[in-house]
């Protein structure tokens, strides 16, 4: 049985801290809660949810999360998501999961405000182009701020 234990925490799964710090995780929820742009808030709450860096945000393509519907104890149904970013030289691949709010605020963002096209990102800037680092990093920081800073 030492051999079998020995076995199984020798198999440790992959695992990175959050990319925000955990004592602003509730205050930023809050934030997205109150949100009028669905990008914007879309951005937010998948990348709570999410921990996934900034980087791996902007490089979500369509279709990289699934959804799932759950019944809960109360007999209603919440849906939640799935993915996995690539597998890249010095990372093996990233799963991730989302919550309900998070989904939610994702489908309302793609079946409205999402560019039309081919294009295969999730998040797009400008008409037709992936969201780069550079435009989603301004907006982590005011939100960072707004969260630690709420309004009296």
């Not at 934030?31 to 921990?51: F, I, N, Q, T, Y």
């Not at 990372?91 to 989904?103: D, L, S, Y």
């Amino acid at each position: 049985s030492k051999q079998r234990s020995r076995r199984k925490t020798s198999k440790k799964l992959y695992s990175r801290p959050s990319y925000l710090p955990a004592r602003i995780i509730e205050p930023l929820k809050k934030l997205g809660d109150g949100m009028a742009g669905r990008r914007d808030r879309a951005l937010l709450l998948v990348l709570v949810d999410s921990e996934l860096t900034p980087l791996g945000l902007v490089s979500l393509s369509r279709g990289q999360i699934r959804v799932h519907f759950a019944r809960q104890k109360d007999m209603s149904v919440k849906a939640f998501g799935t993915g996995c970013l690539p597998r890249t030289s010095n990372e093996p691949g990233r799963k991730f999961t989302i919550g309900h709010e998070a989904v939610g605020a994702l489908r309302d963002y793609v079946n409205s405000d999402r560019v039309r096209g081919d294009h295969p990102a999730l998040f797009t800037g400008r008409p037709g182009e992936r969201m780069t680092i550079q435009t989603l990093m301004p907006m982590i920081y005011e939100w960072i701020r707004q969260a630690e800073n709420p309004p009296n």
